[in-house]
């Protein structure tokens, strides 16, 4: 039996296969414009949402369909599956295995997917882990990227906000790093700072990074302002969530001291840090960037799944 192709963190990626990655989404663009693909019919994916979703499941799902694939699931599947009655994670994903094809897993726990796709026999996609990972995000966060300039190599780019419980910038942190010269920026309360084991990565693929709490010093020199929410849920308390939230707002004034071809993401959803003024703005990609996660997540289906029926 062939090893299962399983999508669990940002790093398993080469350069190569996140360029083809790219080159497939770019097609799946064409399959969706053109009435969809019959390439899945009868395969099934389940979908597992131990937290709230609305991109990341509706567009895994929207992709299942999109490709003549079904889709099973639960979107509280910490209320709505036997995990309520004290159902093991494991018991849970041995029991959706025989039921479909693939599994697209969100869960509280960091290292969940991995727990997951060590019991189970078809592939698993992370699609975030508690504060984690969240790799299929930071794949279309560079599909982004390269969409908008044609390249990631050179760029620089800032994360800004919530870095330690934000898992969309410790995964895109990964992804960049198989690209040439970039810069990274991370920006952040002293609360929230990029966690260590994420820098430790950056040095050793000698990946250029500085950390900073001033924005505003950078703001007219970058090519990519990567905003996120503090995540509020994940704090211990909410002394430490106030010392944290409301310190980095996008809004039009700050968009006056970006540069003409700067570009605005965030992987959404949003709570204030980037104003509805914004929206009207060329340089906000954020939704074009939402709507990047249905290619990308069609390309990611098709090489779990394989490719074989047409
Ligand atoms: N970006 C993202 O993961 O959004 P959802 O939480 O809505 O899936």
Sequence with gaps: MSELYHVLGAKQFTKDELEQL???????????????????????????????????????????????GSVIGTENAAQFSSAIKGETLEDTIRIVSGYSDVIVMRH?????????????????????????????QALLDAYT??????YIDGLKIAMVGDLT????????SYILANYQNVMIYYISPDNVRIPDNVKRYMDEKGIR?????????????????????IQKERFPSVEEYEKASGKYIVDGELMSRLGKQTIVLHPLPRAGEITEEV????RAAYFHQAVNGLYIRMALVNKCLGEARK
């Design 209 to 229: 990074y500085v950390e900073t709490d001033d924005l505003d010093a950078v703001a007219g020199s970058i090519d990519v302002l990567y905003q996120t929410r």
């Design 22 to 68: 790219f080159d497939n989404a770019m097609e799946m663009e064409k399959v969706v414009a053109s009435g969809g693909t019959r390439a899945q019919e009868g395969r099934i994916m389940t979908t597992l949402f131990f937290e709230a979703s609305t991109r990341t499941r509706l567009s895994f799902e929207s992709a299942m369909h999109r490709l003549g």
């Design 279 to 282: 929206d009207d703005d060329p």
């Design 108 to 136: 509280t726990d960091i290292g969940a997917a991995k727990r997951a796709a060590k019991v189970a026999s078809i592939p698993v996609i992370n699609a975030g882990d508690g504060a984690g990972e969240h790799p299929t």
């Design 165 to 172: 419980y934000g898992r969309t910038v410790h995964s895109l």
């Design 145 to 150: 990227i390269r969409k908008e300039f044609g």
